[in-house]
């Protein structure tokens, strides 16, 4: 076998690796990874297309149509094929190979990649030779056609071995490292994806390679989403946007707009990921790519619950679901199963909430993406609570913060893992830059009299690199600047404003409640016998308590909600637009949470320290004009309810007149 190549394959041998069985690839196509959102609108573009220099006349002839309209290309393709007469792959091999390397990547865009697959390995045993751009660009159509662990495995070793046999840094490489960053990415390791991608970024800055430099962007974008890294992500996919805009690629625009909407969502900007996400759908529309729109509903969907907007958030799970199901997305129809039975329990439908998420976890979440199956535990948890199955809740809850504890601690090492080999790549292509420009140097010296313009060369290469030195530095005192910010406000125990902070948040909430003449209520609350958990459980215990009770509450809140750490275990919650009534309904949501949380280790059973918590409320409702006023009245309400025997609300005197004296809690 040559050395960065498959063997070629026989007639009999294609036969064979083309008819594997019908349980394998309904398997296949179920499977889901982190990425199979992406793929299904060709978000892990075909990168290869214009980044191997694929110089026969078929395969430049028809591959741009293939980024502007998939679709097409592969009608075009498919009439070319059946017209070919008999005999065509031995009179012209590569004819026929390019016009399979079209198909193939036409299928990859339009996510059939068992097809996609097929046409790689019918193209594959046409051509040979192990740096040939058209047999490249064959090999990555066929390694990214693979869902399953062991295929994308195969996948890996097929192209470690083809970069064996290119020149380091040359363009096939350069190529081969984007689709090797792809193939990382669909195995759910962002970090060794940034390596490659973050190299082949670097190295693909000469203008020839334009399209391969925005492949490796997009890709990178990825990564960094997935890494935490929202900001850098949405300026590189930024960049990819303007140039497909600029070439006219409706299919990558498709991608892009997915892409963008999907970081703003995860920097919680859910207004902003909508216009994204709808752009998406619109392109995707008009190219006939159902699961891309099926996609790009799921995501407008969770948006739009965010928003608190369940109508609308319903109608577009609803849309999604039916899409999914027909393509035997298991994993993906559990996914949108699982919003609507979160509408359901923001609807007040709690049964009807249970019931699709005890289907969705019948096999404990083994057969979701592993991302997606802490959520579901914690819906369930509300869904139990709401019904009173306090025993089942409990349960839930311990499994969701188990599965996220999980979780958390392998995205901090793959972090860890990525900034390290990040920083690696950097200082590698930075070493061969400086080895570069010292031979320049000497070959100028030897070459005096006829390398003036070498010097100028030189000279605008030297003054690139100065730009790119300030503007990083411009950026990274820009993120020192926010993260001196960001610990002046937060508390560094819980995450969430400190006092500061927090009575700056809350002066602004009352003064747009005052200018729109808005109902504004604000409690205080603060833990029961909280020495007692620190001298039973230790203290370490008592900082878990403050933490876990923050991160919980900050998901049961309202984005417009304030929820600030007052001190000691004390905390203010701010509640805009919310009158006594529909803030106690809040507090109750925080209390089934709090009582959720176990402070000492061993069976959560036996008797020992109870989480809980005393609340005192005020409102704007009868005139407080200023915020000492307002927290003073709550901090009186607290009082009543701590002297009253704690674990109790309480509402001030002033507030109260509409309201119930007291509620136990």
């Not at 006349?57 to 741009?64: F, K, M, N, V, W």
């Not at 009439?79 to 390019?98: K, S, V």
């Amino acid at each position: 076998m040559n050395s960065g190549s498959i063997p070629p394959l026989s007639n009999h041998n294609l036969t064979l690796a083309m008819s594997s069985s019908s349980t394998r690839r309904r398997a296949a196509a179920r499977l889901s990874t982190a990425l199979l959102a992406l793929c299904a609108l060709g978000a892990i573009r075909a990168a290869w297309a214009g980044c191997f220099e694929v110089r026969d006349a078929q395969y430049t002839r028809l591959r741009p149509l293939v980024s502007r309209n998939a679709k097409k290309a592969l009608t075009v393709v498919n009439g070319l094929l059946a017209g070919l007469p008999a005999g065509t792959a031995r009179t012209d091999p590569r004819r026929l190979a390019a016009l399979y390397a079209v198909r193939a990547d036409a299928y990859g865009e339009l996510g059939l990649y068992v097809p996609s697959r097929a046409s790689a390995l019918k193209g594959l045993a046409l051509v040979r030779g192990r740096t040939d751009p058209l047999r490249l660009a064959l090999l990555s159509d066929y390694a990214l056609s693979f869902r399953e662990p062991a295929g994308m495995h195969k996948a890996r070793t097929l192209l470690k071995s083809a970069r064996a046999a290119q020149r380091p840094g040359s363009r096939n490489d350069i190529c081969l490292r984007i689709v090797q960053g792809s193939v990382n990415l669909q195995q759910d390791r962002a970090d060794l994806a940034a390596r490659e991608l973050t190299e082949a970024y670097l190295q693909s800055a000469s203008p020839p390679l334009a399209e391969a430099r925005m492949d490796a962007a997009s890709l990178l974008a990825i990564a960094l989403r997935r890494m935490g890294d929202f900001d850098q992500a949405l300026g590189l996919i930024g960049e990819v946007i303007r140039w497909d805009a600029a070439h006219g690629s409706a299919s990558n625009l498709a991608i892009d707009a997915y892409l963008q909407g999907q970081i703003l969502r995860k920097m919680g900007h859910f207004r902003r990921a909508l216009v994204s996400l709808r752009r998406a759908r619109a392109i995707s529309l008009s190219q006939g790519a159902q699961q891309g729109i099926a996609y790009a509903d799921l995501r407008i969907c969770q948006s739009e619950l965010r928003l608190r907007r369940f109508t609308a958030a319903r109608r577009n799970c609803d849309r999604a679901a039916p899409v999914f199901a027909a393509g035997k997305s298991a994993a993906m129809v559990k996914e949108a199963h699982t919003l609507l039975a979160r509408i359901d329990l923001a609807d007040g439908h709690a049964a009807r909430a249970l019931t699709v998420l005890n289907r969705v976890l019948t096999h404990d979440g083994k057969d979701m993406a592993a991302h997606e199956v802490p959520p579901v535990y914690l819906a369930r948890a509300r869904a139990n609570a709401a019904l009173g199955n306090y025993r089942n809740a409990y349960a839930d809850l311990q499994r969701y913060l188990q599965l996220y504890s999980a979780r958390n601690q392998t995205a901090r090492m793959r972090l860890q893992e990525a900034l390290e080999v990040r920083f690696h790549a950097k200082e590698e292509v930075e070493r061969n830059a400086v080895l570069r420009r010292k031979l320049r140097a000497a070959a100028i010296q030897a070459r005096r009299q006829r390398q003036l313009l070498h010097w100028i060369e030189i000279a605008s290469i030297a003054g690139t690199l100065v730009i790119v030195l300030l503007s990083y530095i411009l950026m990274a005192g820009r993120r020192h600047r926010r993260q001196l910010l960001r610990l002046a406000n937060e508390d560094n125990l819980t995450g969430i404003p400190n006092r500061g902070h927090t009575a700056q948040l809350a002066a602004a909430a009352l003064q747009s409640a005052l200018a729109r003449d808005r109902p504004l209520t604000v409690a205080l609350l603060d833990f029961d016998h909280f020495k007692e958990i620190n001298d039973q459980c230790g203290h370490a215990a008592g900082d878990h308590v403050l933490r876990e009770f923050a991160r919980l509450a900050r998901g049961a809140l309202r984005a417009t909600d304030v929820l600030g750490r007052w001190g000691g275990e004390e905390f203010l919650l701010v509640l805009p637009d919310t009158t006594v009534g529909s803030a106690l309904s809040s507090i109750e949501r925080l209390r089934l949470l709090a009582l959720g949380i176990v402070p000492c280790a061993g069976d959560p059973h036996e008797s020992g320290p109870r989480v809980t918590f005393s609340a005192g409320l005020a409102t704007t409702a009868e005139g407080a004009r200023t915020l000492d006023e307002i927290i003073a009245r709550a901090d009186s309400a607290l009082y009543e309810a701590k002297n009253a025997g704690r674990d109790l609300v309480r509402i001030d005197h002033e507030s109260c007149r509409n309201a119930a004296e007291g509620a136990p809690m």
